[in-house]
């Protein structure tokens, strides 16, 4: 019996007979046990930076940027910790905000920042969403020197000290999410996003999951958070239940290091190859778990599939499928990038056109998810199983299924044999498989 990620619980289920099995799971690595403990050592302590309460002054503004729904870091706890840091600064209530690193997802609801931060925090300080679309609201930053446009959020660049909390993990852009990533991305302006997310960046070959050298994304905004002055982070490392095991605070690029460092040694999964491609030994079938909240909107589910297509290792071959059991509740999502999407791929004919018009065009944030699966479609096919809205699943040109005994069978079916090697993955956004060791 096998498990995966289903909503806030999982959904179990078992292989036909004739299909084998191999589990990618991230290494067992002790979570934190005392977390506020963590938190208020790594404050004490930060890395190439004095503390926050000697960075602060009073008198002097402060923005903290933190992370939406959408990402699981424990602002909850993060957030309150440096409020008191400031505090103790003497910093005054009404000279800090809040911002919320949307990016170009929807505004954040009043529940879900109370989620967040925590009814006491949402009562006592100001709480804004980034406006990427909202010229008014931003601060041009000029552009590197290969012509990205870089932006921040007028709130972030005007404030005297600049903080950002986020998690350090693998991402299929940056290399590794976290860090500078929460503000340069989160609290950007629509051109950026989109530049940084447009085909010529997301068809270079650095712009891969887990690679930080040579990734212009990841140079992109690292620049963009040296040019808005970010001074501090607190950042953390999860593990698959999003339970922190680092935890660490400091100047941004060196406590960045540190934690990606952390990060590779539990997220980097060594996989046997697979017994029935005799070339390559890449899998027929990967079962993805994604898990709440990314699996509440295709837009973020679908991200198991790319991920695994773009790890440093493809561990799917051509030809093969990705199962991604997902409630999708949201149906696509809400937002404007989840609606750009959708239209982009609700109207394609085929991956390939779809791909070359977007190639072609360029296109808005938000559609690069569009670019990015027709990559993956192109040469795989994509199965959602359990989705509320089956039908927006069947627009994106991704299959529905009702249960895992239903896409077991369709993938046999595409793949035209039933005694298939299925790579499970029940934590697909937080492992990276390297095929060719294991077992």
């Keep these: 019996m096998y498990a995966v990620p289903f909503g806030k619980s999982e959904l179990e289920f078992e292989l036909p007979p004739g299909m084998t099995g191999t589990v990618a799971v991230s290494k ?45 870091s424990p602002d909850h706890l993060l957030v309150p910790a440096i409020l008191a840091e400031l505090v103790m600064a003497g910093v005054r209530d009404e000279d800090i905000v809040l911002l919320c690193g949307i990016g170009m997802h ?51 660049h005007q404030a ?5 909390t986020g998690i350090v993990e693998p991402h299929q852009y940056a290399g590794y999410s976290g860090a500078r990533k929460t503000l340069a991305v989160g609290a950007a302006g629509e051109a950026m996003i989109a530049y940084t997310h447009g085909p010529e960046m997301v068809d270079h070959p650095g712009t891969r ?16 958070a040296r040019r ?32 990606v460092s952390a990060a590779k040694a539990l997220f980097e999964v060594p996989v046997p190859p697979a017994t029935r491609d005799a070339r390559h030994g890449r899998y027929d079938v990967a079962v993805t778990g994604v898990g709440y909240p990314k699996d509440e909107n295709l837009y973020q589910a679908s991200r198991a599939a790319s991920y695994l297509f773009f790890a440093p290792t493809s561990v799917v071959r051509e030809g093969g499928v990705f199962i991604i059991p997902a409630p999708t509740a949201e149906g696509v999502g809400d937002g404007v990038g989840e609606q750009r999407f959708l239209e982009k791929m609700r109207g394609a004919a085929d991956m390939p056109s ?24 192109e040469k795989a096919h994509v199965i959602i199983v359990g989705s509320a809205t089956p039908d927006i699943v069947s627009q994106l040109h991704m299959i ?13 079916a595409k793949v035209g044999r039933n005694d298939l090697d299925v790579l499970i993955v029940p934590h697909a956004l937080l492992t990276l498989p390297i095929l060719g060791r294991g077992r």
């Design 28 to 72: 067992p690595v002790p979570p934190i046990e005392d977390l506020p403990a963590a938190i208020a050592r790594a404050l004490a302590s930060p890395i190439n930076s004095p503390r926050l309460r000697e960075l602060a002054r009073p008198g002097g503004t402060v923005c903290i940027v933190f992370t939406d729904i959408t990402r699981s």
């Design 106 to 156: 929807r505004p954040s609801t009043a529940e879900e920042k109370v989620i967040k931060l925590g009814q006491v925090v949402v009562d006592r300080y100001r709480v804004v969403d980034n406006e990427p679309q909202n010229p008014a609201a931003l601060v041009d930053l000029g552009t590197t020197e290969s012509g990205i446009p870089l932006s921040v959020n007028k709130v972030a």
């Design 160 to 164: 005297d000290l600049l903080i950002a």
């Design 209 to 224: 999951l887990g690679k930080i050298e040579g990734n212009p994304f990841h140079e992109a905004i690292t620049e963009a």
């Design 228 to 259: 808005a002055n970010l001074r501090f982070i607190l950042n953390v490392v999860q593990d698959d239940h999003k339970r922190p095991v680092a935890i660490l605070a400091g100047e941004p690029e060196a406590t960045f290091v540190e934690l």
């Design 354 to 377: 779809v791909l070359a018009e977007l190639r072609r065009t360029g296109y808005p944030p938000g559609a690069q998810r569009a670019f990015v699966m027709a990559k993956v479609m």
């Design 400 to 412: 529905p299924a009702a249960d895992m005994d239903e896409a077991f069978r369709i993938a046999a």
